[in-house]
């Protein structure tokens, strides 16, 4: 247990830095940066104190703690994919306006 602890707070050490430093080139908002930051110190706790997880998923109904966390992590992987696929469809038709947009330019220039 000892191990996978130190193994994955290690990874969201790694993620929190490369998130900071997303956020210092500019590369992510402050918003996406507090979010995302906000999100990696949760885990960090989730699994340093995983008997509190356990504690509040028998609260609820749920067995262990880390059955609490798995579904935390299907929805929000989840509501990201959502996400995802609207900002592409919002991109997709962003991209269509706009070579509709030069193809008319082009036709009146010609």
Known sequence: MFLAKVVFCSIIIF???YCFNLYRLKKISLYRFVLWFFTYV???FMIMFIEITTKVANLIGIGRG???VNYL???LIFYL???IFVKLDNLKID???IVRHIA???EKNN
């Open 15 to 17: 993620a929190c830095i």
């Open 42 to 44: 949760v885990l960090f």
């Open 104 to 106: 008319i330019n082009d």
């Open 81 to 83: 994919i959502m996400k």
């Open 73 to 75: 992590g299907y929805i």
């Open 66 to 68: 880390v059955d609490l």
């Open 95 to 97: 991209i269509s306006k």
